[in-house]
């Protein structure tokens, strides 16, 4: 197997998702060939890193505007269930 | 005292309690705002959406059926919404754009690692610095826009492959390569920005490009 080889499997090989039968050959590129190690090191750590992230902090104004926003909308329709529904705004279900 | 679980609160917003659905607000704001951020990249779309996520959630908590967490639920509802804002932005150009760039032989275009050396720092580390994750989020907004979005929907919100090409209405082929490409590309900026280049490493030598 040649780096070539390893670069087309990556996403596969990342996301646990290669047969283990190939998945030993690309273990033993690995274990010889430093760089690719690295590189699939550094792509793990890549994707963590912007999974830990939340970079954004909200702006003060804007946060006030959506807790007032809040509060308005909880008093025109207090609860969940009896609000009309508009497919165009309904959220996704959570399965 | 340890923290009210989530679904506790869920539960008490659920019987009409306003403050407890404040509390999840407070939770999970910057959660949802910094994705509706990171996927429309500009401050008022990602306001507008953040708004709507919540609105919306309050609206319907009766319809969240708790069988996936709190913040996983408004996730799905910020994404949604910021992918609406996002077709209307490009309106027909989508569908235009999609036909252009959907040859999956885009893998010959694929860029190779070029700097290669581990990091001097941890993840962890890198995320809690100013000055670092400015230079995460730069990154991120360089990729190109679909390339960005699949790099979000899969690998940050944790979609399926199926899931991320079914939100974005482009073929799971379409999705694996954007998905690659954007992976290496994020690998390649942070490395030359995050690597040791006292331990920085020479790729291997191959004629990949000449056996086809």
Redesign the interface.
């Known amino acids: 197997m040649k780096c070539d080889d390893l670069l087309a499997l990556l996403n596969d090989y990342v996301d646990g998702d290669v047969a283990p039968a190939l998945c030993a050959e690309l273990e033993h590129h690995l274990a010889g060939c430093n760089p690719c190690q690295v590189v699939v090191d550094n792509i793990r750590q890549t994707i963590t890193l912007y999974k830990a992230g939340e970079p954004y902090p909200l702006p003060l104004e804007f946060r006030n505007r959506l807790h007032a926003a809040l509060h308005e909308r909880w008093q025109h329709a207090p609860t969940g269930d009896s609000a009309p529904t508009r497919a165009s705004t309904e959220p996704p279900p959570d399965s | 005292m340890t923290p009210e679980p989530d679904l506790e609160l869920v539960h008490r917003a ?1 019987a ?1 309690e ?1 403050a407890a ?2 509390q999840l ?1 407070n939770r999970h ?3 949802v ?2 994705l509706a ?2 996927l429309l990249q500009n ?1 008022h779309d ?2 507008d959406i ?3 996520t ?15 967490s709190f913040a ?2 408004v996730s ?2 910020a994404t ?1 919404g910021a992918l609406k804002v996002i077709r209307k932005r490009r309106g027909l150009e989508w569908v235009s754009l999609e036909a252009a760039t959907e040859p999956a032989d885009d ?1 010959h275009a ?1 860029p ?2 070029e700097f ?4 001097r720092q ?3 580390e ?2 809690n610095r100013n000055e670092t ?1 400015r230079l ?2 730069a990154a ?1 907004g360089q990729l190109e826009e679909k390339s960005r979005l699949v ?2 929907l899969r ?2 919100e944790g979609l399926s492959v199926r899931e991320t090409a079914q939100a974005l209405g482009i073929s799971e082929v379409n999705v ?1 390569v954007r ?2 490409r954007a ?2 590309q ?2 390649e900026q ?2 030359q920005a995050f ?1 040791d280049p006292t331990r920085r ?4 030598q ?1 004629e ?1 490009m000449d056996h086809e």
């Open positions: 659920k009409g306003l659905f404040e607000v704001e910057r959660q705002y910094s951020f990171r401050q990602a306001e953040t708004q709507q919540f609105l919306n959630a309050l609206e319907h908590l009766n319809r969240f059926r708790e069988e996936s996983t639920w799905r509802i949604y893998r694929m190779h690692p290669i050396a581990d990091w941890s993840p962890e890198l995320v994750r995460i989020e991120l790099f979000l690998d940050v694996k998905l690659l992976r290496l994020l690998r942070l490395t690597g490493l020479a790729p291997h191959h990949s």
